[in-house]
């Protein structure tokens, strides 16, 4: 069985996903200041608090 393009898609968006994720960790934030957990967040907001945190420079 081969994959789809839609399941190659995911599992890239996925594997973005993840490694902001671990950039974001680096950087010090763990959860969003409104409670929610970093793996909640969608693939935008993750890019737009990633850019945030990166021009503030804010690392711990």
Do not use: P, W
Not at 1 to 17: C, G, H, P, Q, W
Not at 25 to 32: A, D, H, L, S
């Amino acid at each position: 069985m081969t994959k789809t393009f839609k399941s190659y898609l995911r599992e890239a968006i996925e594997n973005v996903k993840d490694k902001r994720i671990e950039q974001l960790i680096q950087m010090g934030r763990v959860k969003m200041e409104d409670g929610r957990q970093l793996y909640e967040l969608t693939i935008s907001e993750l890019e737009h608090e990633y850019r945030c945190m990166k021009e503030k420079k804010v690392f711990f």
